[in-house]
């Protein structure tokens, strides 16, 4: 079984892995570049903890085999914060204890992150229906849906400022 | 009251900070159970029956060891054949012999997915291709899933050596009934007899899964030495480290188990189902060796909670007063003794006053994974079954559901169906909060339904160890042996810095291992905030004392002269007027010469949980066309003691009420004819996503638990007793017909729409 060479773009830097038959996206990101921030919770597309971006398109990377992404551009939630600071999504899950175990974050974050990017002011309804592919089972989704209104409204309030 | 004013108001508890462990986890980095590997691991996986019951009559490895990069494969004849044995220390008692017989199948294999083998390979390829190659031959044997088949006399018998426990004339011949449990209180028949109004029904539930996000995962080694080390995700790191050792006839000192971050447990993570595997493994093959489960392994071999099959009848007079009560309650044990039929009998009329009942409870095996405690485990079930009736009862009496809950409602005083007497319960305060809400007032539209169910937990104490630790600027390190599920961080750091005076910020809390520090009892039962809290509590007021005998010697004053206050210590006698307060920080820094570092540990057997309640109040709207049904409205309150971080007890509230909605409406375990699991995805077993669900509007209630430093009582486990109930009785209102079958999915709510049509 030989492997495949893979080069792609990870959080905008050149990464370099090699790919076993089978492997996914998600297992290249957490097991040959140790960023292990994807979780995964089904590895069938059904929870949305592997959640990351992939030239720009939100995706299960548990759905996505690793040879799939060379030339492309991975955005992972290890990406999310950019020099040292915390994105205002993710400030914003902090300041409404929008997690609990925190199992489910990274991947609601990146969808949340992509709603925001896709449709900088949705209704609570359309925030529903959007993030109804991550599975937390720990909130209720009650604070999640708080703090992406509210981090919506702060970015909203940033772009016209 | 008198209270707050010999009290110092608090600064702390009860804001809102946030969480010490929030960076780490809102950024990926916060490592859980897969997120860890060790140098040279290797990949574990394992082998798990296709048969709901079968004898195991040889299991041949030969060809799956010649696969290349196979170091290791190992049976049940690898681990000790146990005898049977109670042992405490996980959410309920547990007999050694079954869970050893769990992690790995001896000469039976019990249910779909039971353990038979496992190997360790240098890739994921070589593990499955040896997985592949290793022939066990099997014996087919007839098999058995839900309870009331099982308790049959011509039933496939799961074990020869059971026989039922808690029957007045002892078992004569073996049976797949474990145990009965019986409460009677005064003459429940004849005051049947005498009661004006009485309800009765059958009720049923499905076997559901906790369904944490994060599916079990472990790295084990097993030094040349015999010491060996565990990183893995559990509600427990000493329970692992217990289990470990028994399992695979250890010395406890022999094992160091290091808690990682926890994806979600519910009770679900309070039992080791791979780390003794992987142990073995690593005995076996010189390597540390990981194991993930999959989503289908989680559904498969871990989990669930029972089904149940109950029985309820309840009679009153015309006022309303209840007057009798009959509740049988049959659960599924799994493939081995131990359902939580015990608590749910104990807990079915907790919140009822009546002077006349009987409880029975029937502990029954099944061809089913072995439970595993869900979140007040049992207690869900039965106040399905008790609150739907009390719902029946009111119609019947043509009373307000609040009204007839409030008027048997117990009390301070009251002798509780299981025991002991309450004292300092917010119960009728909690009622109370939802007769009086905007919600229960408000009109429902049309095809819309509304329901009220009330539910009890215990909450429990028990062994919990903390230390806490002054760095030489005055900041303080709390280490506890609590695996941190839902924010306890926060709630640590919170109480630590309240009692010490110090803006919490300058508390770090962290979860220590096992060789760290000292025992606790696992995280669960709603214990943490209340019993560690208690310890770390201590402890801060240990640092305290210690802090005043210093200074009392620095000013040449007695101890009584010096007062802890907002975080320093301050002179009150009136010879020395000089003295200058001074601060934590002042006194840390000059610790080497008043006696060296500052700290202390506190263990203690915390006493005095408070009992918790909860009223649920819910509205749903029914599609009439397809019998879809959503809820619309939710409002949950809770007596909670003291919110000692209130966005997280809202959080624990409205978590639990979401998994209780999944409970009511979708989710269940579905067999085949050959017993095997049909839907062990989340595809099929539906659990509640964003769009399923309205904001969840909780109302804390604060009667405070004076065993407590703040008052607080258990929260976690409360929340997911009423909705099961709440969500069929708005189901009852809406559509004017009861079904007393969960989960109330489409199909079922059509049939019912469509029978009462004709
Ligand atoms: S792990 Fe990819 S969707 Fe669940
Ligand atoms: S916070 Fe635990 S699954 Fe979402």
């Given at each position: 079984m030989s492997k495949t060479?893979?080069?792609?773009?990870?959080?905008?830097?050149?990464?370099?892995?090699?790919?076993?038959?089978?492997?996914?996206?998600?297992?290249?990101?957490?097991?040959?570049?140790?960023?292990?921030?994807?979780?995964?919770?089904?590895?069938?597309?059904?929870?949305?903890?592997?959640?990351?971006?992939?030239?720009?398109?939100?995706?299960?990377?548990?759905?996505?085999?690793?040879?799939?992404?060379?030339?492309?551009?991975v955005e992972t939630i290890e990406g999310m914060a950019q020099g040292g600071q915390l994105h205002p999504l993710q400030q914003k899950f902090l300041e409404h204890a929008a997690l609990q175990c925190g199992f489910c974050t990274p991947g609601l974050l990146v969808a949340s992150k992509a709603l925001l990017d896709a449709n900088p002011d949705p209704t609570e309804t359309e925030a529903r229906y959007w993030l109804a592919g991550n599975l937390c089972r720990c909130t209720g989704y009650d604070k999640i849906i708080r703090a992406v209104m509210d981090a919506a409204a702060e970015l909203r309030q940033e772009r016209t400022a | 009251m008198s209270e707050t004013l010999d009290k110092p108001a608090l600064n702390i508890v009860g804001t809102r900070p946030i969480r010490p462990d929030g960076a780490d986890k809102v950024t990926g980095r916060a490592a859980y159970g897969a997120d860890h590997s060790m140098p040279g691991q290797l990949v574990g996986k394992i082998l798990r029956s296709p048969h709901a019951h079968a004898r195991i009559v040889s299991i041949d490895t030969s060809k799956a060891r010649a696969v290349p990069g196979v170091k290791a494969i190992i049976t049940a004849s690898d681990f000790p054949d146990l005898a049977s044995e109670v042992l405490e220390g996980g959410e309920q008692a547990s007999n050694l012999r079954d869970l050893s017989l769990n992690v790995m199948a001896r000469d039976k294999a019990l249910y779909h997915g039971h353990a038979v083998a496992a190997v360790a390979a240098a890739s994921s390829e070589a593990a499955d291709e040896a997985l592949a190659r290793i022939k066990v031959t099997y014996e087919v044997l007839p098999h058995v899933l839900d309870v009331e088949p099982a308790m049959a006399a011509d039933a496939p018998l799961l074990h020869a050596h059971l026989f039922t426990e808690g029957l007045e004339a002892k078992a004569t011949a073996?049976?797949?009934?474990?145990?009965?449990?019986?409460?009677?209180?005064g003459d429940p028949e004849g005051a049947f007899a005498a009661a004006e109004v009485t309800v009765e029904g059958r009720y049923t539930t499905q076997a559901v899964h906790q369904g944490y996000i994060e599916p079990h995962a472990t790295v084990a080694a097993w030094a040349e030495d015999g010491r060996c080390e565990v990183w893995s995700s559990s509600q427990g790191q000493f329970m692992v480290r217990t289990y470990c050792a028994r399992i695979?006839?250890?010395?406890?000192?022999?094992?160091?188990?290091?808690?990682?971050?926890?994806?979600?447990?519910?009770?679900?993570?309070?039992?080791?189902?791979?780390?003794?595997?992987?142990?073995?493994?690593?005995?076996?093959?010189?390597?540390?060796?990981?194991?993930?489960?999959?989503?289908?392994?989680?559904?498969?071999?871990?989990?669930?909670?029972?089904?149940?099959?109950?029985?309820?009848?309840?009679?009153?007079?015309?006022?309303?007063?209840?007057t009798s009560a009959h509740v049988d309650l049959k659960f599924q044990a799994g493939a081995f003794p131990g359902s939580p039929v015990g608590a749910a009998c104990m807990t079915a009329l907790a919140c009822y006053d009546i002077a006349n009942f009987s409880i029975v409870g029937w502990d029954v095996v099944t061809n089913t994974p072995k439970v595993a405690a869900y979140r007040a485990p049992g207690a869900p079930i039965a106040a399905f079954a008790v609150e739907s009736a009390m719902d029946e009862l009111a119609r019947k009496l043509g009373m307000d559901p609040i009204a007839l809950r409030e008027k048997n409602a117990v009390r301070n005083g009251t002798k509780a169906a299981y025991g002991p007497t309450f004292q300092n319960i917010g119960y009728l305060e909690t009622l109370a909060a939802i007769r009086d809400s905007e919600h229960y007032k408000s009109p429902l539209g049309p095809?819309?339904?509304?329901?009220?169910?009330?539910?009890?937990?215990?909450?429990?104490?028990?062994?919990?160890?903390?230390?806490?630790?002054?760095?030489?600027?005055?900041?303080?390190?709390?280490?506890?042996?609590?695996?941190?599920?839902?924010?306890?961080?926060?709630?640590?750091?919170?109480?630590?810095?309240?009692?010490?005076?110090?803006?919490?910020?300058?508390?770090?809390?962290?979860?220590?291992?096992?060789?760290?520090?000292?025992?606790?009892?696992?995280?669960?039962?709603?214990?943490?905030?209340?019993?560690?809290?208690?310890?770390?509590?201590?402890?801060?007021?240990?640092?305290?004392?210690?802090?005043?005998?210093?200074?009392?010697?620095?000013?040449?004053?007695?101890?009584?002269?010096?007062?802890?206050?907002?975080?320093q210590a301050e002179c009150t006698d009136p010879a020395k007027p000089d003295k200058k307060p001074m601060t934590l920080a002042a006194l840390a820094a000059q610790s080497a010469r008043t006696g060296g570092p500052i700290s202390a540990q506190v263990s203690l057997n915390a006493q005095g949980a408070g009992p918790g309640f909860g009223v649920h109040l819910?509205?749903?709207?029914?599609?009439?066309?397809?019998?879809?049904?959503?809820?619309?409205?939710?409002?949950?309150?809770?007596?909670?003691?003291?919110?000692?971080?209130?966005?997280?007890?809202?959080?624990?509230?409205?978590?639990?009420?979401?998994?209780?909605?999944?409970?009511?409406?979708?989710?269940?375990?579905?067999?085949?004819?050959?017993?095997?699991?049909?839907?062990?995805?989340?595809?099929?077993?539906?659990?509640?996503?964003?769009?399923?669900?309205?904001?969840?509007d909780t109302i804390m209630v604060e009667v405070p638990n004076p065993a407590h430093p703040f008052g607080a009582k258990g929260v976690g486990e409360v929340p997911i007793v009423p909705p099961l109930a709440a969500v069929a009785n708005a189901l009852r209102g809406a559509i004017g017909v009861r079904i007393p079958h969960l989960p109330l999915s489409p199909p079922v709510v059509l049939e019912a729409l469509d029978s009462k049509a004709e």
């Open positions: 060479h893979v080069t792609t773009t990870v959080n905008g830097d050149t990464a370099e892995f090699l790919a076993s038959p089978g492997m996914t996206l998600l297992d290249a990101l957490r097991d040959e570049l140790g960023l292990t921030g994807a979780k995964e919770g089904c590895g069938s597309g059904d929870c949305g903890a592997c959640s990351v971006m992939l030239d720009g398109r939100l995706v299960c990377s548990c759905l996505v085999l690793a040879p799939e992404v060379e030339g492309r551009r | 073996p049976s797949n009934i474990a145990k009965r449990h019986r409460n009677v209180r695979l006839g250890i010395e406890i000192s022999d094992i160091r188990v290091t808690p990682a971050e926890i994806g979600g447990g519910f009770g679900g993570k309070t039992t080791v189902y791979l780390e003794p595997v992987a142990l073995a493994l690593s005995r076996a093959s010189g390597h540390p060796v990981k194991i993930v489960m999959s989503r289908e392994d989680v559904f498969r071999a871990t989990g669930p909670t029972s089904g149940s099959v109950m029985h309820v009848k309840l009679g009153a007079s015309a006022d309303g007063t209840i095809n819309q339904g509304r329901g009220v169910a009330v539910g009890f937990w215990f909450n429990v104490g028990g062994e919990s160890t903390a230390a806490v630790n002054i760095g030489e600027d005055g900041s303080a390190v709390v280490v506890t042996g609590n695996p941190d599920i839902g924010g306890s961080r926060a709630s640590m750091a919170m109480m630590a810095a309240e009692t010490l005076g110090v803006p919490v910020d300058r508390v770090r809390p962290i979860i220590g291992d096992t060789a760290s520090i000292g025992y606790s009892m696992l995280t669960g039962g709603s214990r943490t905030t209340f019993a560690t809290g208690m310890a770390v509590v201590q402890a801060a007021e240990k640092v305290i004392l210690d802090l005043r005998q210093r200074t009392a010697k620095l000013w040449d004053v007695s101890l009584d002269h010096v007062v802890w206050r907002m975080g819910c509205d749903l709207e029914v599609d009439p066309e397809t019998g879809h049904v959503t809820v619309v409205r939710y409002t949950a309150a809770q007596d909670v003691g003291k919110a000692i971080h209130p966005a997280y007890v809202e959080g624990q509230i409205q978590g639990g009420v979401a998994q209780g909605v999944g409970w009511a409406l979708n989710e269940a375990y579905i067999f085949d004819r050959q017993g095997l699991m049909e839907n062990p995805g989340f595809l099929d077993y539906r659990m509640p996503v964003a769009s399923d669900l309205p904001m969840l």
